[in-house]
């Protein structure tokens, strides 16, 4: 059988995309190299092949292009002491640069960082004015859980509930905030996954909007510094984590007021700590249990506004986790 000219050009058009991917697949695969696989998608405007045969030149951007990204421990023992935490992170949030890197991406537990995906989550798709009402799911019984004494029929706003979430780490509210959004908490919980695997936070499975103790609730810190770094995008967020007292009236289910003032469980914020001469602390969210034990992520500044994110997982006490973070932050200078 004859080939027309056509057939020609659709077979060598085979040939050229065949040689293209598999060109591709070695160089991803390459011994030492870092390289990033263009997305599929039917819709892309551009190809491989394109790009390579000119016809296209466009450039596609990798979907780490803007964040930092750890491939292994960058420590630094003469100057960092962090004998005591499992996991640290430091990343320069502009220049996306790794500062320093510790055990990035061992699972853990995080404890009430969990609330900043929750927080995240809940302003993605929830308006502050929102008005909550508890059902029994704030019933929370577990021993030495922080609690802010929801009861069902108590009503809240939104706004609210962030700042006793992100501020004082009520866990209650913590459900609260999850059946209400989501309908459920199952399909709260649904919405935080998806919403972690959406930003590439693929090493974390969330069980639980709170951060208690649950086998199988896990996450690290590269993957909260992912979620952290989305949810500051947001000026409600970085208010609230910047805030140092709060004072409120919620609403029983007769309609009578209760009132809740207290200040944010950050220890910088409070002054009991001190970063380091030219970096100030914004804001961030502590957590503690006996399985994460002590926990920080915060936002901090140079002299320049330039922002930073800090991650430590499980120190072994309140007092060290905090004289390792300021050992961390003093990094940035």
Known sequence: M?????????????????????????????????SYAMPYSTDSQISGFDVVSGRNPGKVEAFAADLCVVTEDLVDDENVDMSEA????LFDVNQREVIYSKNAHERMHPASLTKVLTA?????????????????AVNITESGAQLCGLKS??????????????????????MLIAENVGGSVDEFLNMMNE??????????NFLNPHGLTQEGHYTTAYDLYLIFNEAIKYDIFNEI????????TYYDKDGKPKELSFETSNLFLRGNYTPPENI????????????ARNCLILLSRDTGGAPYISVILSSKERDILYKEMIDLLDEIN
């Open 195 to 204: 919403e972690a695997k959406r930003l590439g936070a693929t090493n974390s």
């Open 280 to 291: 100030t602390v914004v804001g961030g969210k502590t957590g503690t249990t006996n399985a």
């Open 153 to 174: 029929g108590d009503t809240m706003t939104m706004d609210q509930a962030l700042r006793i979430l992100l501020m004082y780490s009520a866990n209650d509210v913590a």
């Open 86 to 89: 499992i996991a640290a992170v």
């Open 2 to 34: 004859r080939c027309t000219s056509n057939n020609k050009k659709q077979k060598r058009n085979f040939i050229l995309s065949l040689t293209l991917s598999i060109a591709m697949l070695i160089g991803m695969t390459g011994c030492g190299r870092l």
């Open 120 to 136: 995240l989550v809940a302003i993605k798709n929830a308006s502050l004015d929102t008005v909550l009402t508890a059902t029994s």
């Open 241 to 248: 984590i910047h805030t140092a007292n709060y004072q409120t």
